[in-house]
């Protein structure tokens, strides 16, 4: 069953690994904040839009903290109302991150491309494979857990292809920031820990992913 101890301890090193990058990028993200920028979240992204010929995909400021995305489906760059109006280096940052996702769209980098398409498939697996292993432990059902291995793997799958998506719009931010002279190379260093300290998080929710998965494939193997 989930409450069991050893599940507990079998993900323990993936909880750890998330507590400390939460804590890293709200630190790195609170200086960053404090480092002025010479333009706002909004006007870097569009820098970098415009630059790159996306004229097409707009801009919208959103609740929430650290709610920026990019929406592939409408073509449209969200930013957190912070990110979005504040002239700070994290602010640009996290607007370049995003604007890199839209690069990514416009040139059909293969991995996002694979990401969006398995979306769906993620989606189910996220909504129903945990009730499939749960009953599957619980009522000693092999058939029924395999299932729901199957369909967490697709959890996994998104995770994992996931990483070089995002690790990779970090690098098209960084490019960008320096190349349109957004922020001077000396700054960098504070937008390079924020969005390193976020990559972390992304490396964390994959390992939890793998580690859960693990644990569900030893609990159905032992159950033969």
Request: charged share 15%.
């Amino acid at each position: 069953m989930i409450f069991d101890p050893v599940y507990f301890l079998f993900l323990a090193p993936a909880f750890l690994l998330a507590m400390w990058a939460q804590f890293r990028i709200k630190a790195t993200y609170a200086d960053a904040q404090k480092r002025p920028a010479p333009l706002s979240g909004a006007a870097a992204a569009r820098h970098i839009l415009d630059s790159a010929g996306l004229h097409d995909v707009e801009i919208e400021q959103v609740p929430g903290h650290l709610s920026d995305h990019y929406d592939p489906r409408h073509k449209v760059l969200r930013l957190s109302t912070a990110n979005y109006q504040s002239r700070s280096l994290a602010a640009v940052g996290i607007a370049a991150h995003e604007a890199g996702h839209a690069l990514q769209d416009a040139r059909n980098y293969a991995p996002l491309v694979i990401r969006n398409a398995a979306v769906p498939a993620a989606n189910f697996g996220t909504n129903f494979s945990f009730i499939l292993l749960i009953i599957g432990l619980i009522a000693n059902l092999p058939a029924l857990l395999w299932v729901g291995i199957g369909l967490f793997s697709c959890v996994v799958f998104f995770q994992v292809i996931n990483l070089p998506v995002e690790f990779n719009a970090s690098t098209r931010a960084k490019q960008q920031l320096v190349a349109l002279g957004i922020v001077a190379e000396h700054d960098m260093v504070y937008v390079r820990r924020v969005l390193n300290a976020a990559a972390w998080t992304y490396v964390a929710a994959t390992l939890q992913a793998i580690l859960t998965l693990l644990y569900f494939i030893m609990r159905a193997t032992d159950r033969r």
